[in-house]
C-alpha cells in the first residue's frame, strides 16, 4: 500500500493523461535517481503515446551551462534532454524528480512554479512541500521506487529503455543495494527491471566503475588530504576532505567526475560521517554528507540550505571557505545524531 494519497495519485494521472506538454525536471546536477527516475518516466511516456496524444515530452535540469553528467550519458532517451535555456514555456504539467525543495530546480524554478500543475515525484524527508501534488514516499530507497509506480498507475508498461533509466536511480540511491533503506521490495523492484533484458553490468560499470585517467590523480589528492575528527558527531566520529577546481584543471575533468570521491571516503571505520567539499567552476562550494545511520546528514543539510535524506545529503555552502564550511557541519552534526 502507497503511503502517498489516493487523491494525490489520481490527481497527477489525470493530469498527465490529459496534458499536451509534459516537462519532467531533475534537479541542478542531476545524480543517477533524479535523472534516471525523470529519463524513466519520459521514456515509459513516449513510448505510449507515440500516436501524437502528447506532442511535446521534455526532460530537462535547471543547471547553464546544461551538461549531463559522463556518467549518465550513455542513458536511452537523448532525444528527450532539452537544454533548460531551451524548454518550451508553457507546459501543462511539470513533474519533477528527486527536488526536495523548488531552488533545487534552478533555472527551472520560476517556469516550473508558474504551470498550471506542479507535481513533486520524491523519497527525501527534507521535502518541502512545494509541488501543488506530491508524490512523496519517505520510506522508499530512492525516486525511482515512486517513479516506477507512477507509470504503473499510468497504466503503461516498462521497456528495457525506461527500466535501464529506472535501474540507474535504483542503484545509485542505495548504493547498488548495501545502504540501510534496501528492503526486500527493492529487490523485488530490481528484479522486474531486469526481467525486461536491460544489460545491468554494463550499467553498474558506466554509471560506478568508468572514470578517466585523470580522476585517479584527483582522488589521491583527495584522499591525501583527507582529515579524521573522531570526537565530531558526538564521538561518533567525522572523516571529511576537499577537491578543488585546481584539482581537476591539469586534466580539464568536469565538475561532476568528483561526486564519486565520497564513496571512497566513507569506508573510513572510525567515523560514522562522511564529507567532501567540491569547489565548482564558478567557485562554489559544494557538500556531500553521508552517514552510516546514526546521524542524520539530512537534517544537517536542510539546516545549511540543502536537502537529502538520513543516509546522503548535500547543500551548496553560502561560504567560499573550506574551513568556514567544515565547522558549519561539525556544529550541525551536534544535533543531528541520535542516541
Not at 521534455?58 to 532539452?82: H, I, K, R, T, Y
Not at 568536469?254 to 560514522?272: G, H, Q, T, Y
Request: charged share 20%; aromatic share 6%.
Amino acid at each position: 500500500m502507497s503511503p502517498i494519497a489516493s487523491s494525490d495519485w489520481d490527481q497527477a494521472v489525470d493530469a498527465i493523461q490529459s496534458a499536451h506538454s509534459i516537462l519532467l525536471l531533475g534537479h541542478v546536477s542531476p545524480d543517477g535517481d533524479a535523472l534516471g527516475s525523470a529519463m524513466g518516466v519520459g521514456l515509459a511516456l513516449a513510448a505510449q503515446r507515440g500516436d501524437g496524444q502528447v506532442p511535446r515530452i521534455e526532460v530537462s535540469f535547471g543547471d547553464d551551462p546544461f551538461v549531463v553528467p559522463a556518467n549518465l550519458s550513455w542513458m536511452p532517451g537523448e532525444q528527450l534532454l532539452v537544454p533548460a535555456t531551451e524548454v518550451s514555456p508553457n507546459p501543462d504539467v511539470v513533474v519533477t524528480f528527486d527536488a526536495s525543495s523548488s531552488d533545487r530546480l534552478g533555472l527551472l524554478r520560476p517556469l516550473a512554479e508558474k504551470a498550471p500543475l506542479l507535481v513533486a515525484v520524491d523519497h527525501h524527508r527534507s521535502y518541502d512541500g512545494f509541488g501543488q501534488v506530491s508524490l512523496v514516499d519517505t520510506t522508499a530507497p530512492a525516486t525511482a521506487v515512486v517513479a516506477r509506480e507512477l507509470i504503473s498507475r499510468l497504466g503503461i508498461d516498462v521497456d528495457a529503455d525506461a527500466a535501464a533509466c529506472l535501474y540507474t536511480g535504483l542503484i545509485t540511491d542505495t548504493g547498488s543495494f548495501r545502504y540501510a533503506g534496501t528492503t526486500p521490495q527493492t529487490h523485488a523492484l530490481a528484479a522486474e527491471l531486469l526481467e525486461t533484458g536491460i544489460a545491468f553490468d554494463e550499467i553498474a560499470r558506466a554509471v560506478f566503475d568508468a572514470v578517466p585517467f585523470g580522476y585517479l590523480g584527483v582522488l589521491g589528492t583527495a584522499l591525501g588530504r583527507c582529515q579524521l575528527e573522531p570526537e565530531a558527531a558526538a564521538g561518533y566520529g567525522l572523516v571529511w576532505t576537499a577537491v578543488m577546481a585546481a584539482d581537476r584543471a591539469p586534466d580539464d575533468l568536469p565538475f561532476d567526475l568528483v561526486e564519486p570521491i565520497i564513496d571512497v571516503v566513507r569506508k573510513a571505520s572510525e567515523a560514522e560521517v562522511a564529507m567532501v567539499v567540491k569547489e565548482d567552476d564558478l567557485g562554489d562550494l559544494r557538500v556531500s554528507l553521508r552517514s552510516k545511520g546514526v546521524a542524520d546528514v539530512g537534517a544537517v543539510a536542510t539546516a545549511l540550505g540543502g536537502g537529502g535524506h538520513r543516509y546522503a545529503a548535500g547543500f551548496t555552502s553560502a561560504s567560499r571557505e573550506v574551513a568556514e564550511v567544515v565547522s558549519a557541519v561539525r556544529h550541525a552534526l551536534d544535533t543531528a545524531v541520535d542516541d
